[in-house]
T-cell receptor, first 113, second 111 residues
């Protein structure tokens, strides 16, 4: 039982390049989330999904797109990376609606030069 | 929108000293969660508080939810080097589908 995994662990992009971050969970959780973490700003929600085929915007969605084609996977895309997107990205999952804990992946450290 | 603030932002203590972090919400919370993130790691769930005035303990950690359900605190007694990390509180937002995380308190413990 791997929990929540993220691919890749590290990535360096040049401004304007695109990439996709993959999140996978093997806990059969309905809800999945993408956060970014910047120094002094805590965790900010980018996009989330309440089930296969659904996505919704979070607090800071601009410049990102997501897809949830399969229940276990949640993809985060950057179409044209900008230096402001340099951050650590965390994926998380939650079993279902309600006040349940979130399980986080190990994170992806992205640098955009 | 909902804001969740934590103080202090940083705290350095000597091993054996106590530590407290405070979490304040701009709105009333139905519940509050606490997470710990070790340096270089990912957030890990610690506990959830639901009732007004609730107090829960986990060994040396004591969690409290305010009477008005707008604030919470985490107190660590006799800190150890294993307590090093950033502690986040988080409150529900958007009808239960998501969380708003506090800004976090980074704890450093010196021998």
């Amino acid at each position: 039982n791997a929990g929540v995994t993220q691919t890749p662990k590290f990535r360096v992009l040049k401004t304007g390049q695109s990439m996709t971050l993959l999140c996978a969970q093997d806990m059969n959780h309905e809800y999945m989330y993408w956060y970014r973490q910047d120094p002094g700003m805590g965790l900010r929600l980018i996009h989330y999904s309440v089930g296969e085929g659904t996505t919704a915007k979070g607090e800071v969605p601009d410049g990102y797109n997501v897809s949830r084609l399969k229940k276990q996977n949640f993809l985060l895309g950057l179409e044209s990376a900008a230096p402001s997107q340099t951050s650590v990205y965390f994926c998380a999952s939650q079993i279902d609606a309600g006040w349940y804990e979130q399980y986080f992946g190990p994170g992806t450290r992205l640098t955009v030069t | 929108g909902q804001q969740v603030m934590q103080i202090p932002q940083y705290q350095h203590v000597q091993e054996g000293e106590d530590f407290t972090t405070y979490c304040n919400s701009s709105t009333t919370l139905s519940n509050i969660q606490w997470y710990k993130q070790r340096p270089g790691g990912h957030p890990v769930f610690l506990i959830q508080l639901v009732k007004s005035g609730e107090v829960k303990k986990q060994k040396r950690l004591t969690f409290q939810f305010g009477e008005a359900k707008k604030n919470s605190s985490l107190h660590i007694t006799a800190t150890q080097t294993t307590d090093v990390g950033t502690y986040f509180c988080a409150g529900p937002a958007g009808g239960g589908n998501k969380l708003t995380f506090g800004t976090g308190t980074q704890l450093k413990v010196e021998l």
